[in-house]
């Protein structure tokens, strides 16, 4: 009778021990995260401070956060001694027209290798695979040779026609279109609709959340597109961010470590893809959601 009357006293023991390892692995977790947030989001703090910073406070203190004292020189050398208007100017430019272009060039592309039935199909995709998996820096010479022979060199169509398509964005609408049931597209042309006319106003709204994750990637990759640039224009006056700013960190501003004017300039330059990231991923989010619910 000892034995029954304590199997049911041990058990409340046995729950209590079981939520208490939960809660300890739980806060274990929660701390690692913790730990490595604070270490990711630390340099862009130190960037903060720096870009806040005299030139001096800089140079003496280049990993702590805090200015002494705050200033906002560094920004106005920004604007007032360097080209970064222009640059920026120039990155919103083609920025804006390869983003435009990559979303509608590689959703035709995606939607005529997931529908369109013709010969070499299976070859043609497993060639935009295969571009994927070529290093980008592979290409940078032939990519000047074809540019050169073409009269594009040092030109606006330079810095954007090379990106208006991508084997990445294929896959992605390609993959996205072959989720779509086919009998959408049936009933549409049983209504008269070409194809082209059903892809543009039945599928392709249907595919908002590809085509919303497809801006940001195409976005974020035009702007911060370094290699192209280094190859494609050598005129300054056709200079984007990340090539004026690779001219800045280059010392083509004299002597002294410039970590306020550098840091700022940086700090500026992010701003953007941050505000395009965090928008379109709340109509990202929603959408997908959307999508599930349905589903």
Do not use: C
């Amino acid at each position: 009778m000892a034995v029954l009357t304590d199997r049911p006293a041990a058990a409340p023991a046995r729950r209590h021990q079981r939520a208490a390892r939960t809660l300890a692995t739980r806060f274990l977790g929660y701390a690692t995260l913790v730990f490595f947030g604070l270490v990711f989001l630390y340099p862009f703090v130190i960037q903060i401070g720096n870009a806040l910073k005299t030139e001096p406070d800089a140079a003496a203190n280049p990993l702590s956060p805090f200015p002494d004292p705050l200033t906002l020189a560094g920004f106005e050398r920004i604007f007032a001694g360097t080209n970064f208007p222009l640059w920026l100017g120039n990155s919103l430019l083609v920025t804006v027209l390869v983003t435009i272009g990559r979303v509608f060039f590689d959703s035709l592309a995606g939607y005529a290798l997931a529908r369109l039935r013709f010969r070499g199909r299976g070859g043609l995709f497993a060639a935009v695979i295969a571009v994927m998996a070529v290093p980008g820096v592979v290409l940078l010479i032939p990519k000047f040779l074809v540019l050169n022979q073409l009269g594009l060199y040092n030109s606006y169509a330079g810095l954007v026609v090379p990106l208006l398509a991508d084997a990445a964005g294929v896959f992605i609408m390609k993959q996205f279109f072959e989720s779509i049931p086919v009998s959408v597209e049936e009933a549409a042309r049983i209504d008269g609709a070409s194809i082209f006319r059903t892809f543009w106003s039945v599928v392709l709204p249907m595919a908002k959340p590809a085509l919303i994750t497809l801006t940001i990637l195409s976005f974020q990759g035009s702007w911060n597109e370094f290699p192209h640039s280094l190859v494609s224009v050598q005129d300054p006056d056709l200079f984007t961010l990340p090539r004026g700013l690779a001219d800045l960190v280059s010392g083509s501003l004299g002597k002294g470590t410039q970590y306020p004017l550098k840091l700022g300039a940086a700090l500026l330059a992010t701003i953007p893809v941050a505000i395009i990231f965090v928008v379109f991923q709340r109509y990202f989010v929603r959408d997908a959601n959307d999508g599930a619910d349905k589903g």
